[in-house]
């Protein structure tokens, strides 16, 4: 079935530094890929979705690229602000029909300043 | 705001107890999905119903059902409540089925806490 493998965290960084969060899948077919975020205390928010090969998703200076080849979308962002401070979810949804979200583990990221 | 309702936010109950768990979607949305967050399972599929029928079934439990009302709202039963039960339960909305690309909208989410 289709799975969603991301990078452990919880991750600290400092404020400005570069972020990298790994996520990799595996779907059959050509899923769409999104990334959500969970700010503390509040619901899930999309923050940024592919749905094709060599696609990128951007949105409030992160971005992240549909890589087929490697199975992956990792999302980046050049300068962390103490406001990124969330967790963040890597999901897949199967083009088979199935409209159901795929949903990492979730990556807790914390922006000192 | 993600144009999504849940109620109640909060929900304290004891362990063998029955909860209903509400959600208005998004004007026009027909479908609604139930996720389940726990610390051990992460987020969850639960249900998913569009235009009142139900569509697809992920990882529920016998225990729980739903169901969509003809003004599109659901409701998401829990009952014989274990302490498992105690998580986080969102409510998803999206326009319309048949595509892979349609984004789903979140609740705040329902915090149920079974002691």
């Known amino acids: 079935g289709d799975s969603v493998t991301q990078m452990e965290g919880p991750v600290t960084l400092s404020e400005e530094a570069f972020l990298t969060i790994n996520c990799t899948y595996t779907a059959t077919g050509y899923p769409s890929l999104f990334w959500y975020v969970q700010y503390p205390g509040e619901g899930l928010q999309l923050l940024l979705k592919?749905?094709?090969?060599?696609d990128k998703g951007s949105n409030k200076g992160f971005e992240a690229t549909y890589r087929k080849e490697t199975t992956s979308f990792h999302l980046e962002k050049g300068s962390v602000q103490v406001s990124d401070s969330a967790v963040y979810f890597c999901?897949?949804?199967?083009?088979?029909?199935?409209?159901?979200?795929?949903f990492g583990t979730g990556t807790r990221l914390t922006i000192i300043p | 705001d993600s144009g999504v309702t849940q109620t109640p936010k909060h929900l304290i109950t004891a362990t063998g107890q029955r909860v209903t768990l509400r959600c208005s979607p998004r004007?026009?949305?027909?479908?609604v999905y139930w996720y389940q967050q726990s610390l051990d399972q992460g987020l969850q599929f639960l249900i998913q119903?569009?235009?009142?029928?139900?569509?697809a079934k992920g990882n529920i439990l016998e225990r729980f059902s739903a169901q969509q009302f003809p003004d599109l709202h659901s409701e998401l039963n829990l009952s014989s409540l274990e302490l498992g039960d105690s998580a986080l339960y969102f409510c998803?909305?999206?326009?319309?089925?048949?595509?892979?690309?349609?984004?789903?909208?979140f609740g705040p989410g329902t915090r149920l806490t079974v002691l």
């Open positions: 004007s026009g949305d027909l479908s």
């Open positions: 592919a749905t094709k090969a060599d």
């Open positions: 119903y569009y235009n009142g029928e139900e569509r």
């Open positions: 999901a897949l949804l199967s083009n088979f029909g199935n409209e159901k979200l795929t």
């Open positions: 998803a909305s999206s326009g319309s089925s048949g595509t892979a690309y349609n984004e789903q909208f």
